[in-house]
C-alpha cells in the first residue's frame, strides 16, 4: 500500500507546482486559449502516469470528456473521465478501478468519472443529450486505442444530426429561462447565462454534430458565418475565458458567476478606473453585457441558419404583402436579398410586420442576418428621415407586440442605434440597491409592465391599473414614458431633469403635438415623485394631497403617473413591491383625484367621513354607537387623519372596554392588504419605547415597514406597525399568537436596551454600500423636526437607530419606515428638548451616521 500512497503524494505537490506556476505565468501575460490547453496537458500527465501504475482493467481505456475532452480546462474546473471497457468488470477489475480513482483524488484531482462499456455509453447518450455532448468531446488519453476508436464509430452511427439540434435548442430554451432569459443580471454567470460560454458552446457542438466542422472557421466555409463575424465571436470567446479563469483565481475555487465580491478586483486587473459618473466595475460589466448581447444576437442568427440547412423547409410559394416583404411559411421575408442596404427604413418596417400580423413566428435566416448586417445603416441621416419616424411611432401605437418587438429591436442593437440615448445606457448597471436589472432592462421591463395594464388577461393583478388604462387616450405616450423615464442614469445630475429634456427633443423630432409632449415630459421629469410622496409623507394629511395635487395638475396627469409609477416601482426588484406600496400609492391617487376632480373633503368633513364609516364598520359586530366615545375622547384629529376607517374601527374594537388598561394590549392580525403582518400596541407611554418594540421585531425575525406612532390624551401610546417576514415562508397566520404572547413582556421589562443582534449583509451591501445621510430639520409648521435617514439596509438598523434616539430621548410622533430592496429612506417626526441645541443635534447626527455605517 504504501508504494502507491508514495508516489500519489509525490504528483499531487507535482500538480500542485504546475499550476501554480500556470497561475503566475497567465497572470504576467494572460493567453487563455495557451494556459486552457497547458492546463490540460497537466492532468494528461498525471492521469496518464496513475493509469499506468494502477492498470485497471485489461483492454480498457481512459477518455477525457467534455472541457477537458476538448483540452479546455480551467484552473477549478472539474475533471471529466470515463473508463472504457470491453465488457462488465470483475470483482478485480472493479476494485482497481476504484483504486484508480481514489488515487486521483488523493492527488488532489476534482474527478467527474463514469465508468461503462461502448454500448452503454451509446445507450446513455442516446436517453441524455447532456451525456451525448460530453462524449462528443472524448479524446483518448490511455489503454486501448482500438476501443476508444470503436467508441467513437459507434456513438457517430447513432447521432442523428437533426434530433441533436432540436435538442440542443431546447437545453437552451431551459437553460435561458432558469436565467430570466436575460444576460443582464447584475451577477451573471458567464457560463450558463444567456450570452455566455454556453451559448458559443451549443453552436460549436450542433456543427460538429453535424459534419460542418470544430471551429468558427470552419462555419465560415459552410457560409454560415461572414469572416469577420468568425473573427469578433472568437475575441469574444477568448475574452469570456479570460473572465472565466480570472475568477477562478480570484475565488480559489470553482466560480463561475461574476458576483459582486470580485467585480472591482476584476475592474482593476483589467485597468479600469473609477470616474465621476460611474464605477470601474460598472464599465467593465457594461463591456461584458454588450459582448453578451453580441452572442446572444449570432447566437440566434446561427441556430436559425443551422435550423434551416439541416431542416429544410418544403419550398411553398410566398404570400405577398407588399413589394419589398413576403411571408414564406411562418417567417418573414424580405423580396430582395439587398433590400435593406437600398431602403434602409425597411429595417424598422420588418418590426412593424411583424407586430401586425400575429401568425408570423419570426424571420427568415437570410433575412435575419441581413438585418443585422444592416443595423449600422442606422446614422444621423437614417434618423432624420420622415419614413423612419413615422414607421416608430407606428410601432409605438401598435396594440400588439410591443413589449416582444422592443426586446428584439434591443437584441439585435437596432433601439440603441435608433435612439442613441437608449443606446448609451445599454448594458450600465445600477448600484443603488434596489434596482437588480440593468438600466435598459430596466426599461423595458417597465415597458411590459405599462403594456400588461392594457391586456384584459391580466386585469386581475392590478385591476385599477386596468380600468385607468382601458380609458386613457393615446396610451403609447406611457410607452414613450417608460422608455425615457430613466434614459439619463450614468450622465451625472438629475437623470430626471435631463430625460425630460430628452423627451422633449423625441417629441419634437416626430412630431408630437405641444400637449403630448408636455405630458410625457411631465412623466419623464416627476416619475419619481408620487412614489416619494406615498411613502415619506402622510397621504391622509389633506394638505400633502393639496401639494400633490397642486404639482400634478390634472386628472389625465394623475391617472398617467399613477400608471407610470405603478409600473415603474414594480420593475426594480422582485423585493421592492409589495401590498403595503401598492395600498399607500393607491390611496394617494384616490385623494388627489377627488381634489382635482373638484370633489376635496375639507378637513373637518374628511374626518367626520372616517369616523362616520369607522362607526358602521363597529356596527357590523353589533357594538352600539356608544362603545366609541370613551376611547376616541383621548384622540386627537393627527390620529384620525394617519389612519383609514377600518384601522380605526379595528382598533376600537379592541380597546373600548380597557381605555386605561394597566397592562400593555397588543393585537396582530394579517395586514388588510394582503401581506405581512399589522400589529397594533397600546400602552402607557414610557421611555424607549419605540426602540423595545423594534428590539423585539428585529429578534422574532421580521422587518418593520410601516409604523404609526401615536400618543394620546391621556398619556398612552397607540402604536401600529406593519411588519413582513424575512423570506417567502414566512408563516404569518401562525405567528400572530406569538406576538400576542411575547410582546406585552417586553413592554413591560425593565431591563437595559441590548446591542441590535445583527446579521449577515448581502453582497450588494458590502461591495455597493451607499453613503449613509441624516439630516435633522423643522416641519413646516415647526412644531417637530423631520429627521430623514438614507442608507443601505441591514438587520438591525431600525432598531439601531431607535436605541441612539432613545439615549438623546427622542420622542417619536410618527416613523414612515421604506425599504427599497438593500435601501433605506425612512423619515421620522420627532420632538425632544435635545433638539433645542444645535451642537447637541450635530452629536446625534454623528452617532446616527456612524451607527448606520457599514
Not at 482493467?57 to 472541457?67: D, E, F, K, R, Y
Not at 449570432?298 to 439541416?310: D, F, M, S, V, Y
Not at 381605555?659 to 396582530?668: G, I, L, M, R, T
Request: aromatic fraction near 8%; proline fraction near 4%.
Amino acid at each position: 500500500m504504501s508504494a502507491v500512497l508514495r508516489p500519489a503524494a509525490d504528483l499531487r505537490e507535482q500538480v500542485a507546482a504546475g499550476r501554480e506556476a500556470l497561475r503566475q505565468a497567465y497572470l504576467a501575460q494572460p493567453e487563455p486559449r495557451q494556459m486552457l490547453h497547458r492546463h490540460a496537458q497537466l492532468i494528461d500527465r498525471t492521469v496518464k502516469a496513475v493509469w499506468a501504475q494502477i492498470e485497471p482493467a485489461s483492454s480498457a481505456a481512459l477518455v477525457a470528456t467534455g472541457g477537458y475532452g476538448r483540452s479546455e480546462l480551467y484552473p477549478y474546473s472539474d475533471i471529466d473521465l470515463l473508463v472504457l471497457l470491453p465488457a462488465e468488470p470483475s470483482p478485480a477489475e472493479r476494485e482497481r478501478i476504484e483504486r484508480l480513482i481514489g488515487t486521483f483524488w488523493d492527488i488532489g484531482l476534482e474527478i467527474g468519472h463514469s465508468v461503462r462499456t461502448v454500448q452503454a455509453c451509446v445507450e446513455t447518450a442516446a436517453a441524455d443529450i447532456t451525456i451525448q455532448t460530453t462524449l462528443l468531446e472524448a479524446r483518448f488519453l490511455a489503454g486501448s486505442r482500438r476501443l476508444f476508436l470503436g467508441l467513437q464509430a459507434a456513438l457517430e452511427e447513432s447521432l442523428d444530426p437533426v434530433a441533436f439540434l432540436k435538442a440542443k435548442t431546447l437545453e437552451q430554451e431551459q437553460r435561458h429561462a432558469k436565467h430570466q432569459d436575460s444576460p443582464y443580471s447584475l451577477e451573471p454567470n458567464l457560463k450558463e447565462a444567456p450570452g455566455g460560454l454556453r451559448d458559443l458552446q451549443t453552436i460549436q457542438w450542433i456543427a460538429r454534430a453535424s459534419g460542418m466542422g470544430r471551429s468558427w472557421n470552419d462555419l465560415v466555409g459552410h457560409g454560415l458565418l461572414e469572416r469577420h463575424e468568425a473573427r469578433q465571436l472568437a475575441r469574444t470567446e477568448a475574452a469570456f475565458q479570460d473572465l472565466r479563469i480570472r475568477l477562478h483565481y480570484l475565488a480559489g475555487r470553482r466560480e463561475d458567476r461574476v458576483v459582486f465580491d470580485f467585480q472591482n478586483a476584476l475592474a482593476t486587473q483589467f485597468g479600469d478606473l473609477d470616474s465621476a459618473e460611474r464605477r470601474a466595475s460598472e464599465a467593465m460589466m457594461q463591456r461584458y453585457y454588450r459582448a453578451a448581447k453580441t452572442v446572444t444576437q449570432l447566437n440566434t442568427i446561427l441556430l436559425q441558419n443551422l435550423r434551416a440547412r439541416l431542416i429544410p423547409q418544403p419550398d411553398l410559394p410566398p404570400r405577398e404583402l407588399n413589394e419589398r416583404w413576403r411571408i414564406r411559411g411562418e417567417l418573414l421575408e424580405a423580396a430582395e436579398e439587398g433590400l435593406f442596404e437600398q431602403q434602409p427604413s425597411a429595417i424598422l418596417e420588418s418590426f412593424l410586420l411583424m407586430m401586425q400580423h400575429p401568425e408570423l413566428r419570426g424571420m427568415t435566416a437570410p433575412t435575419l442576418r441581413a438585418l443585422w448586417r444592416a443595423r449600422r445603416r442606422i446614422d444621423s441621416r437614417f434618423r432624420r428621415d420622415p419614413a423612419a419616424r413615422l414607421l416608430f411611432l407606428h410601432i409605438l401605437q401598435q396594440p400588439r407586440g410591443i413589449v416582444h418587438e422592443f426586446r428584439r429591436m434591443n437584441q439585435y442593437g437596432i433601439l440603441g442605434r435608433y435612439l442613441p440615448e437608449f443606446g448609451a445606457i445599454v448594458g450600465q448597471m445600477q448600484h443603488d440597491l434596489f434596482h437588480v436589472y440593468t438600466v435598459d432592462q430596466h426599461i423595458l421591463m417597465v415597458l411590459r409592465n405599462v403594456r400588461r395594464f392594457s391586456m384584459t388577461e391580466f386585469a386581475h393583478e392590478f385591476p385599477l391599473c386596468s380600468e385607468l388604462m382601458s380609458g386613457f387616450e393615446r396610451r403609447w405616450l406611457l410607452y414613450v414614458a417608460a422608455l425615457y423615464h430613466d434614459i439619463a442614469k450614468g450622465r451625472g445630475g438629475d437623470h430626471s431633469d435631463l430625460g425630460a429634456a430628452d423627451v422633449r427633443a423625441f417629441a419634437k423630432r416626430h412630431g408630437l403635438s405641444k400637449e403630448d409632449e408636455d405630458l410625457a415630459a411631465f412623466l419623464v421629469e416627476n416619475h419619481l415623485a408620487m412614489s416619494s410622496v406615498a411613502q415619506k409623507q402622510d397621504v391622509h394629511d389633506p394638505d400633502v394631497v393639496k401639494a400633490f395635487a397642486e404639482r400634478v395638475r390634472d386628472e389625465r396627469r394623475l391617472v398617467a403617473l399613477y400608471l407610470l409609477t405603478v409600473a415603474d416601482v414594480r420593475g426594480t426588484s422582485p423585493k421592492v413591491w409589495n401590498g403595503w406600496k401598492a395600498k399607500l400609492l393607491e390611496d394617494l391617487f384616490r385623494a388627489t383625484r377627488r381634489v382635482l376632480t373638484g370633489q376635496p373633503l375639507a378637513r373637518d368633513a374628511a374626518l367626520a367621513e372616517k369616523q362616520a364609516e369607522a362607526t358602521r364598520l363597529l356596527g357590523l359586530y353589533n357594538l352600539s354607537d356608544q362603545v366609541k366615545d370613551r376611547l376616541w375622547a383621548q384622540l386627537d384629529t393627527a390620529y384620525f387623519l394617519r389612519h383609514d376607517a377600518q384601522e380605526i374601527a379595528w382598533q376600537t374594537r379592541n380597546l373600548h372596554y380597557r381605555v386605561d388598561a394597566d397592562k400593555p394590549v397588543v393585537k396582530a392580525r394579517l395586514a388588510p392588504f394582503g401581506e405581512g403582518l399589522q400589529a397594533m400596541i397600546y400602552t402607557k407611554d414610557r421611555a424607549a419605547l419605540f426602540a423595545r418594540i423594534c428590539g423585539y421585531f428585529e429578534r422574532a425575525g421580521f422587518n418593520i415597514v410601516e409604523a404609526k406612532v401615536h400618543t394620546t390624551r391621556h398619556g398612552y401610546a397607540l402604536d401600529t406597525f406593519v411588519v413582513m417576514g424575512q423570506g417567502r415562508d414566512a408563516h404569518y397566520q401562525d405567528r400572530i399568537a406569538m406576538i400576542e404572547a411575547e410582546l406585552p413582556g417586553e413592554l413591560q421589562s425593565e431591563a437595559p436596551l441590548g446591542p441590535p443582534l445583527g446579521g449577515r449583509l448581502s453582497r450588494r451591501v458590502r461591495h455597493f454600500p451607499i453613503s449613509p445621510v441624516v439630516d435633522v430639520r423643522p416641519d413646516e409648521r415647526g412644531a417637530f423636526q423631520v429627521l430623514s435617514i438614507v442608507a443601505s439596509d441591514r438587520p438591525g438598523l431600525l432598531y439601531g437607530v431607535a436605541r441612539t434616539l432613545a439615549r438623546y430621548q427622542i420622542n417619536l410622533q410618527t416613523a414612515r419606515v421604506n425599504t427599497l430592496g438593500d435601501r433605506v429612506e425612512d423619515v421620522f417626526l420627532v420632538s425632544g428638548e435635545a433638539l433645542a441645541n444645535s451642537k447637541t443635534v450635530l452629536q446625534l447626527e454623528q452617532e446616527l451616521l456612524k451607527e448606520l455605517q457599514i
